[in-house]
């Protein structure tokens, strides 16, 4: 097996050892990079100079006995996070140069625990979409069949992971943007609790719902990444100051006797028959592994997708205020006047997606439609909070599917909002609640895309999630393919 398709902790081992360097693992990452970027485009941006120069740096700790928990693993990076130095896109036009003056904290914690950046990853525009087609930069490719989406919006970072153009790498996800192209990839993808997580430095889309989280090829990595990413953040007022634990120590317990809610809401019309037998299968793993399914009712299910695109174009229309052309990004040419400067750069530094998220948000919360739009939808958000409230007093952790159907090709939902806007039907609800989720690679169609299962669990429970995701993978022996790029 190459270096670069082996796991975190396959890599620790052999650099233990000695029988792998960093800069080995680093250029077997980019070898692979050059035979395949062209056709999948995972990356907005390579950084193969500073990379190597990374693992030449780690190298020398290695010698020097000094590891740490990341030490020469090359991880990318969504174009999302502020990297100092380093032009950071969110994926768009009216950031197309910007250069942060500083690093975002989980840059920074990452950079501390010796990790090795490759590159900013793809992504739909602003975070805005669940197929990557919005980026600026063009589409990102399913790497399991380039006529595919890889999902949104960080179908880059889950692109690379799968294509074994990095170890791991971070995304983030604000209604599902993590856990849906993680499991059209067929990778692991967390998204942690609202505030477990530091956000600063991260881009903001929707700041009530927005998280940062890892995208790795199995669940030990999904929890090492946690132990470097997880903690308080005295720079980020929405980050919680509660106790870490060592995620790790959950992967390889057993889950004899857990309660696993299935909620009847999540297994409705409309789902694909092959989503459907492949979640029936990992229930029965599930039990087989000793957790006792119980019939669980999350009632306002129904009122997710509605709630979310009132709450989230509304925070992103006042977030997306900043870009102005003003101090920082695009600023259109030719204008004569403020306003007009304002307007064009806007105009032309935008993209379409983005456009309609600004002018629902702005309609949502402009005077007489706000109790009616916004202050309704925040209402109905607590109730949807409840609904799991409830339901974690039944059970320890909840299982779903991670989408309606796999990935679909590029282009199908383009000229359908709405459809495209579906496609999140079972990831939005765990950001409306704050709630972590997890999405677990299950199975494959028969055409050989990706499926993926996800559990819930209640607040900073991302141990149990660790927990049941890694009694899952062992007991299921899903076969380990690659993309046949
Ligand atoms: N697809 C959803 C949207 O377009 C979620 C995106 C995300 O999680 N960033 O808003």
């Keep these: 097996m190459e270096f670069n398709q082996s796991t975190i902790h396959e890599l620790q081992e052999k650099i233990k050892n000695g029988s792998v360097t960093a800069s080995q693992i680093t250029e077997s990452v980019f070898s692979r990079i050059d035979a395949v970027e062209e056709r999948v485009h995972s990356y907005i941006r390579l950084m193969k100079e500073n990379a190597l120069a990374a693992a030449k740096k780690a190298d020398e700790d290695i010698k020097k006995g000094d590891i740490k928990p990341l030490t020469g693993i090359p991880i990318a990076l969504k174009d999302i996070?502020?990297?100092?130095?380093?032009?950071?896109?969110?994926?768009?036009?009216?950031?197309?140069?910007?250069?942060?003056?500083?690093?975002?904290?989980?840059?920074?914690?990452?950079?501390?625990?010796?990790?090795?950046?490759?590159?900013?990853?793809?992504?739909?525009?602003?975070?805005?979409?669940?197929?990557?087609?919005?980026?600026?930069?063009?589409?990102?490719?399913?790497?399991?069949?380039?006529?595919?989406?890889?999902?949104?919006?960080?179908?880059?970072?889950?692109?690379?992971?799968?294509?074994?153009?990095?170890?791991?790498?971070?995304?983030?996800?604000?209604?599902?943007?993590?856990?849906?192209?993680?499991?059209?990839?067929?990778?692991?993808?967390?998204?942690?609790?609202?505030?477990?997580?530091?956000?600063?430095?991260?881009?903001?889309?929707?700041?009530?719902?927005?998280?940062?989280?890892?995208?790795?090829?199995?669940?030990?990595?999904?929890a090492i990444m946690m132990n470097v990413l997880a903690g308080y953040d005295p720079k980020e007022s929405t980050s919680v100051n509660a106790e870490v634990p060592d995620y790790r120590q959950f992967v390889g317990r057993d889950i004899k006797g857990w309660k696993i809610g299935i909620p009847k809401e999540y297994f409705i019309e409309g789902i694909d028959p092959e989503i459907t037998a492949a979640i029936q299968q990992a229930i029965k793993v599930i039990e087989l592994c000793g957790g006792v399914c119980v019939d669980i009712s999350l009632p306002h299910t129904q009122y997710c997708v509605a709630v979310y695109y009132i709450i989230a174009p509304a925070e992103a229309s006042s977030n997306l205020a900043r870009y102005d052309g003003v101090r920082y990004g695009f600023r259109a040419a030719d204008v004569r006047e403020l306003l007009e400067m304002y307007k064009e750069s806007r105009r032309q530094g935008f993209g379409a997606e983005v456009k309609r998220r600004i002018m629902i948000g702005t309609y949502a919360l402009s005077a007489g439609y706000y109790d009616a739009y916004y202050k309704k939808a925040s209402q109905v958000r607590a109730l949807i909070k409840k609904d799991f409230d409830e339901a974690f007093k039944k059970c320890d952790v909840i299982l779903t599917p991670t989408t309606p159907t796999p990935a679909f090709k590029i282009g199908e939902k383009t000229d359908d909002p709405l459809q495209m806007y579906l496609s999140d039907v079972f990831t939005i609800s765990t950001n409306l609640a704050g709630i972590p989720g997890i999405s677990v690679p299950c199975g494959y169609s028969t055409s050989g895309l990706p499926i993926g299962v996800q559990f819930l669990a209640s607040h900073f429970e991302e141990g149990k999630l660790i927990q049941i995701a890694s009694a899952y993978e062992k007991n299921a022996k899903i076969e380990k393919r690659r993309p046949a790029l």
């Design 81 to 222: 996070l502020c990297t100092k130095g380093i032009t950071t896109t969110c994926g768009s036009h009216i950031l197309h140069n910007f250069v942060p003056p500083y690093n975002a904290t989980v840059v920074e914690k990452l950079t501390a625990a010796g990790a090795v950046f490759v590159g900013k990853a793809n992504m739909d525009e602003f975070a805005m979409g669940s197929s990557t087609e919005t980026s600026w930069f063009g589409p990102t490719r399913n790497p399991w069949d380039l006529e595919r989406i890889p999902g949104g919006s960080s179908g880059g970072s889950a692109t690379a992971v799968a294509a074994d153009e990095c170890i791991a790498s971070i995304g983030s996800d604000t209604g599902g943007s993590i856990r849906q192209p993680a499991a059209l990839c067929g990778v692991v993808g967390l998204k942690p609790t609202y505030g477990r997580v530091s956000r600063f430095g991260l881009i903001a889309f929707a700041s009530s719902l927005d998280q940062i989280g890892p995208f790795t090829k199995d669940v030990e990595d999904c």
